[in-house]
């Protein structure tokens, strides 16, 4: 997959393309068909998105949110065919644009588009001025088709109907319930990352971990998940069962958030590695134990049902 990161990065041969626009956090169910949409043969399928999200400019001081980093949402974009991704950078004076200038200056002139697929509740140009049926006209105006993709619906962990939104898969996340935010991504949702130095207390409880920090991206509920683990780079490279915490660790006192994950059946160095960490279900709240010896205890018995819940479930990608 190509990524090009400003107009000035477009090619002749990038032009044409037929590409799904917007933030892409999580790139859940709705974001996909969104996606596929775009798809047609013979042309290049692309995905405008920007970077920083928007909400990070407009709010920078608000708690983290994102569901995945630049990185990761590239990564997943590339596994779904997208064969072009216009990661554009989002400031003020991109956000100053009239809808207008924004549609002509950025989606006809500059990238070059053929065709534009944005979900029906679509906003852009300055104050959010244009909606859907606005670049529809543009379109018609500078040379590229429109195409509205309707909002898609999932269910809430009480069994409700609502929009699959990456608002819904946050909500999810946030009160323990991995496995609706699962539904709703049509994956499980994973923590991205490179495994740094920790304080060691687990390999010295008999429970190596390996160590994440949690900088910039939403904090789902602290507590233990069992986790499927994959290894991205070095020796170690595989996929492997595991049990997690994420959280603060507050037997130890006041910690930064970030996740420790104990994998299964696992021997060797990952100081450096670039793993993937999926939730796959929530065993139980992070807790503060009196001491090594009921810590060590619950850390079997949550390596116990962790296996017993990963032989349960099945990925639902």
Not at 15 to 31: K, L, P, W
Request: hydrophobic content about 45%; proline content about 5%; overall charge negative.
């Amino acid at each position: 997959m190509r990524i090009i990161q400003s107009v000035a990065e477009v090619r002749p041969e990038d032009r044409g393309a037929s590409a799904a626009m917007g933030n892409f956090d999580g790139v859940h169910r709705g974001h996909r068909s969104v996606i596929d949409l775009a798809r047609r043969d013979g042309v290049p399928l692309g995905v405008v998105t920007f970077e920083p999200h928007p909400r990070q400019v407009f709010a920078p001081d608000a708690p983290p949110f994102r569901l995945m980093n630049a990185a990761s949402r590239a990564h997943r974009l590339e596994r779904i065919g997208v064969d072009t991704l216009f990661a554009l950078p989002f400031d003020r004076a991109l956000a100053g644009l009239e809808a207008e200038a924004f549609a002509r200056d950025v989606l006809a002139e500059g990238l070059g588009l053929s065709h534009v697929v944005v979900g029906e509740d679509f906003r852009f140009g300055k104050a959010r001025g244009g909606d859907v049926e606005a670049l529809e006209r543009f379109g018609r105006r500078y040379g590229f088709e429109v195409t509205a993709a309707p909002m898609l619906a999932g269910e809430t962990a009480a069994g409700e109907t609502a929009r699959v939104s990456s608002t819904a898969i946050r909500e999810a996340l946030t009160e323990g319930h991995p496995e609706t935010a699962a539904e709703m991504l049509g994956h499980w949702h994973r923590i991205d990352g490179v495994v740094a130095h920790g304080d060691a207390r687990g390999r010295d409880l008999g429970f190596p971990t390996a160590n994440m920090a949690l900088d910039g991206l939403l904090l789902p509920k602290f507590g233990v998940y069992a986790v499927e683990v994959r290894v991205l780079t070095g020796p170690h490279a595989g996929t492997y069962g595991g049990a997690a915490s994420l959280g603060v660790r507050p037997t130890f006192g006041v910690n930064a958030p970030n996740l420790e994950t104990y994998l299964f059946d696992f021997s060797g160095d990952l100081y450096g590695a670039e793993i993937s960490v999926a939730l796959v279900s929530y065993l139980r709240d992070e807790l503060k134990f009196d001491g090594i010896e009921p810590l060590i205890a619950q850390m079997h018995a949550d390596c116990d049902l962790a296996k017993a819940r990963l032989a349960e479930k099945r990925d639902p990608a």
